[in-house]
């Protein structure tokens, strides 16, 4: 019943004497028509699986499903966690791998229930490229290309709603911006190249030290911020205490050169601060401190 071109493979054998009729088939082709159209609707994947899924169980009730694509990092269960009997289907649209899913259910599904879930299967393929490609887009928007962490777009629309947040629930806040020293050196000496493998070891570097890797930014240059949730300056003290040891202990060896960096943190604590531009002066302001000092130090 599926197309030839095969667009979702199943794994696994089943038997197929009891599958779909033809009469079947056209009344659960009208059915499948309303969910081509919700699928269509929404960009994003919670929105679609919901909608298959809400569909599926019109006809198994009570199964659940489990969306993979590990190469992007997606591991997403809708309807609650996986169930005893599964069934599970490479998904693919014209040589394009789209993941896995997989449908459980506490019994095992019949050969006509299968064939009903191909069919909502097949009319997924296209939105779930589009809300992936989406995915992908929203994702290179807000993420700095060289490093892997945010980009100044990211900072912005994070430090906004952490401040608000942060001062609604009287809650703590500390801001880092993090500032490799002598960066011009480094890349008028070893080239702009080896500047840039610099850059990405701090990055990591940054992503060991706060493990939450989606509140550290790549501001410009060789500029990085750190948003520090319910965090107080002395908090913020120690994390960027610990990021100034571990990029003064790192060694990024290009083409036989051993090359050193340094940074210099500048902290913005909320307490100190009315809104999110004053805490982010009263952070480059330590920044410019930090520098003054000697470089190599916490403000
Ligand atoms: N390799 C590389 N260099 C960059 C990038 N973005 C900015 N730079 C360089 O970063 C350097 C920053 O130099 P400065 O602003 O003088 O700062 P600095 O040399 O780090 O000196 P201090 O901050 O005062 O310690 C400039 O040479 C920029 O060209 C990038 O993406 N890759």
């Not at 610099?198 to 706060?210: N, Q, R």
Request: proline fraction near 2%.
């Amino acid at each position: 019943m599926l197309s030839s071109t095969s667009t979702v493979s199943v794994l696994g054998k089943r038997n197929t004497s009891n599958a779909i009729t033809n009469k079947q088939l056209t009344v659960a082709t009208e059915d499948v028509l309303l969910l081509v159209q919700k699928l269509q609707s929404s960009l994003e994947l919670e929105v679609i699986f919901t909608h298959l899924l809400d569909h599926i169980r019109s006809l198994v009730p009570g199964c659940r499903l489990l969306y993979s694509l590990p190469e992007s990092n997606i591991n997403l269960p809708i309807g609650g966690p996986v169930l005893k009997h599964q069934c599970f289907y490479q998904l693919k649209a014209e040589q394009e791998q789209l993941g896995e899913i997989r449908i459980s259910n506490s019994s095992k599904l019949t050969d006509y229930e299968l064939s009903m879930v191909e069919l909502c299967l097949s009319h997924l393929l296209y939105p779930l490229r589009n809300a992936l490609l989406y995915r992908e887009a929203i994702r290179n928007a807000r993420q700095d290309a060289l490093t892997g962490v945010g980009n100044r777009f990211a900072f912005s629309r994070n430090f906004e709603r952490e401040q608000r947040l942060a001062q609604r629930y009287h809650q703590d806040l500390s801001l880092l911006v993090i500032d490799i020293d002598y960066f011009k050196r480094i890349n008028d000496k070893y080239g702009h190249l080896a500047g840039d493998e610099v850059l990405k070891s701090v990055a990591e570097c940054l992503k060991s030290v706060m493990r939450q890797t989606d509140m550290i930014f790549r501001y410009g240059g060789e500029e990085f911020t750190a948003i520090l949730t319910k965090t107080d300056r002395e908090g913020a003290l120690v994390i960027a205490e610990r990021i100034r040891k571990e990029v003064e202990k790192l060694t990024v060896t290009i083409s036989g050169n051993d090359i050193k960096a340094t940074v210099s943190v500048g902290i913005g604590s909320l307490k100190e601060a009315k809104d999110s531009q004053a805490l982010f002066n009263q952070a480059d302001d330590n920044l410019y401190l930090a520098k003054r000092g000697g470089r190599n130090q916490v403000r």
